[in-house]
């Protein structure tokens, strides 16, 4: 995994591998016949890669303990090898010395799970395994190198008819689950390496052989026009997406049993709706900031309403058009889960253009001066005409409501006190569409209807104001 790293890391190098007396380093590793990596672990760069074709591809590396041995359970062997085979696009079996019958028993889980999704999909679900045989001692009957190793797994894959009809079923699965199947045979690092307690990883004390065979291996695995695009059901996966699959695999391994394939198949399908709900939603986000968001001036309402309902439509139809698993009836709640989700981001969208109105800004205090200022008068007029518990009433009115004024106007200068801040711009809102709007609208309607029966009479012209022109 290390030697990955510093490919990834210095790919443009001819001498990739670094110096020789440099110590290996990235991953956690140490020799001896206990294993140090326990579960799964991701390196914490992703490593973007231009492909051939001209496309930008982020490559994850992952690294898991040792599986199927001593130190593992069956369910915690079965649970890594899993996960990590169906979230991969190239899965690499790391085996010693050879490829046992029992190194393709534990691949029979999956190919249950492949020959289930393959009746859902009819493509094959999982893409590239590569069967990594270290330490090979038999160079003489099959080269180190990818030529040897495929032609060693040609005859280890074989079926013929004196096998048993259930290793006959794991080879043929094993072909019809994956895409892709090839071998590598690569030496043993030599004595230096397994019996020095010490040993840090320097190139000097490995055999050239293996150096040799490493520099091989290394690019052929990771070369840009070696990479596959991790693929499910035919849709090329995201970064979100692969959260999505992340998720909805481990939610199944968490029980005590080992899950069905049926399960497995349940939750690929689960997982591969909610990546087309992600990818739709962040297609409609996107193309909103685009509209109305950031520095974006203000939007009329009707216009971002009629924006909103072109681009809900633009992220339904994209996401109907992604190939998805589980049918029509499995995906209709994943749709309806879409649309409420884009409902969502609507109302936080129209809050911050509303933000960018003037007036949407200014209605708290503008309200509040309105109340002063109507409270004043009446307080006034009341008090003249000796009502002075009325005028007594809208004097603490407009005290109370002067307090209130200054009170937000601290809040928002300050940023203290953002909840009481929120509650006086709800009363204010409140207020002003409740009472104050309508009183407005009421006085503008009864000027209309004044001016409509009484229509302004033109003046007439004085008595003798007219000369004839002589």
Same mark, same amino acid.
């Given at each position: 995994?290390?030697?990955?790293?510093?490919?990834?890391?210095?790919?443009?190098?001819?001498?990739?591998?670094?110096?020789?007396?440099?110590?290996?380093?990235?991953?956690?590793?140490?020799?001896?016949?206990?294993?140090?990596?326990?579960?799964?672990?991701?390196?914490?760069?992703?490593?973007?890669?231009?492909?051939?074709?001209?496309?930008?591809?982020?490559?994850?590396?992952?690294?898991?303990?040792?599986?199927?041995?001593?130190?593992?359970?069956?369910?915690?062997?079965?649970?890594?090898?899993?996960?990590?085979?169906?979230?991969?696009?190239?899965?690499?079996?790391?085996?010693?010395?050879?490829?046992?019958?029992?190194?393709?028993?534990?691949?029979?889980?999956?190919?249950?799970?492949?020959?289930?999704?393959?009746?859902?999909?009819?493509?094959?679900?999982?893409?590239?395994?590569?069967?990594?045989?270290?330490?090979?001692?038999?160079?003489?009957?099959?080269?180190?190198?990818?030529?040897?190793?495929?032609?060693?797994?040609?005859?280890?894959?074989?079926?013929?008819?004196?096998?048993?009809?259930?290793?006959?079923?794991?080879?043929?699965?094993?072909?019809?689950?994956?895409?892709?199947?090839?071998?590598?045979?690569?030496?043993?690092?030599?004595?230096?390496?397994?019996?020095?307690?010490?040993?840090?990883?320097?190139?000097?004390?490995?055999?050239?052989?293996?150096?040799?065979?490493?520099?091989?291996?290394?690019?052929?695995?990771?070369?840009?026009?070696?990479?596959?695009?991790?693929?499910?059901?035919?849709?090329?996966?995201?970064?979100?997406?692969?959260?999505?699959?992340?998720?909805?695999?481990?939610?199944?391994?968490?029980?005590?049993?080992?899950?069905?394939?049926?399960?497995?198949?349940?939750?690929?399908?689960?997982?591969?709706?909610? +990546? $087309?709900?992600?990818? !739709?939603?962040?297609?409609?986000?996107?193309?909103?900031?685009? /509209?109305?968001? *950031?520095?974006?001036? &203000?939007?009329?309402?009707?216009?971002?309403?009629?924006?909103?309902?072109?681009?809900?439509?633009?992220?339904?139809?994209?996401?109907?058009?992604?190939?998805?698993?589980?049918?029509?009836?499995?995906?209709?709640?994943?749709?309806?889960?879409?649309?409420?989700?884009?409902?969502?981001?609507?109302?936080?969208?129209?809050?911050?253009?509303?933000?960018?109105?003037?007036?949407? +800004? $200014?209605?708290?205090? !503008?309200?509040?001066?309105?109340?002063?200022?109507?409270?004043? /008068?009446?307080? *006034?007029?009341?008090? &003249?005409?000796?009502?002075?518990?009325?005028?007594?009433?809208?004097?603490?009115?407009?005290?109370?409501?002067?307090?209130?004024?200054?009170?937000?106007?601290?809040?928002?200068?300050?940023?203290?006190?953002?909840?009481?801040?929120?509650?006086?711009?709800?009363?204010?809102?409140?207020?002003?569409?409740?009472?104050?709007?309508?009183?407005?609208?009421?006085?503008?309607?009864?000027?209309?209807?004044?001016?409509?029966?009484?229509?302004?009479?033109?003046?007439?012209?004085?008595?003798?104001?007219?000369?004839?022109?002589?």
């Amino acid at each position: 995994m290390d030697f990955m790293l510093r490919y990834m890391y210095n790919k443009e190098a001819v001498d990739w591998v670094g110096d020789y007396n440099e110590p290996l380093t990235g991953f956690s590793w140490r020799g001896g016949s206990e294993r140090e990596t326990t579960g799964i672990q991701i390196w914490s760069e992703v490593f973007l890669v231009d492909k051939p074709d001209g496309k930008k591809v982020a490559v994850l590396l992952m690294d898991t303990q040792g599986t199927f041995d001593s130190q593992s359970t069956l369910r915690d062997s079965a649970t890594v090898f899993a996960l990590s085979t169906m979230i991969s696009s190239i899965q690499v079996y790391n085996l010693s010395q050879n490829v046992q019958e029992d190194d393709l028993q534990h691949l029979q889980l999956f190919t249950e799970y492949g020959r289930l999704a393959m009746e859902e999909t009819f493509l094959k679900p999982f893409q590239s395994l590569i069967f990594l045989v270290r330490d090979w001692s038999f160079p003489y009957e099959f080269s180190y190198g990818s030529d040897g190793g495929a032609r060693f797994l040609e005859k280890r894959l074989k079926v013929s008819g004196n096998q048993h009809e259930e290793l006959q079923n794991v080879r043929k699965h094993i072909h019809s689950c994956f895409t892709k199947i090839s071998c590598f045979l690569l030496p043993h690092p030599g004595l230096k390496v397994a019996t020095n307690p010490n040993f840090d990883g320097k190139l000097k004390e490995i055999d050239d052989e293996f150096i040799k065979n490493l520099k091989i291996l290394i690019p052929w695995l990771l070369s840009p026009e070696s990479l596959d695009v991790k693929e499910i059901n035919g849709n090329h996966i995201t970064c979100r997406g692969l959260v999505e699959y992340f998720k909805a695999y481990i939610k199944i391994y968490q029980g005590e049993e080992l899950p069905h394939p049926k399960s497995m198949l349940q939750a690929t399908a689960e997982a591969n709706n909610l +990546a $087309a709900v992600a990818t !739709a939603k962040d297609t409609y986000s996107r193309r909103m900031e685009e /509209v109305c968001g *950031g520095d974006k001036p &203000f939007l009329a309402p009707s216009d971002l309403q009629t924006k909103h309902m072109e681009l809900k439509e633009e992220a339904v139809k994209l996401f109907r058009g992604v190939k998805k698993m589980g049918g029509e009836e499995f995906s209709r709640r994943y749709l309806q889960q879409l649309e409420n989700e884009i409902d969502e981001l609507y109302i936080q969208y129209i809050k911050h253009n509303d933000s960018k109105n003037i007036f949407h +800004a $200014a209605r708290t205090p !503008a309200t509040l001066f309105v109340v002063i200022f109507i409270t004043y /008068v009446i307080a *006034g007029v009341t008090g &003249f005409i000796g009502l002075d518990i009325i005028a007594s009433l809208c004097n603490m009115i407009m005290g109370l409501t002067l307090i209130t004024l200054c009170t937000w106007a601290y809040i928002r200068y300050s940023g203290e006190y953002r909840e009481l801040g929120a509650v006086i711009d709800q009363v204010a809102a409140a207020l002003w569409d409740q009472a104050l709007y309508k009183l407005y609208s009421a006085a503008a309607t009864h000027r209309h209807l004044y001016h409509h029966a009484f229509p302004a009479q033109k003046a007439e012209p004085a008595e003798g104001s007219e000369r004839k022109k002589v």
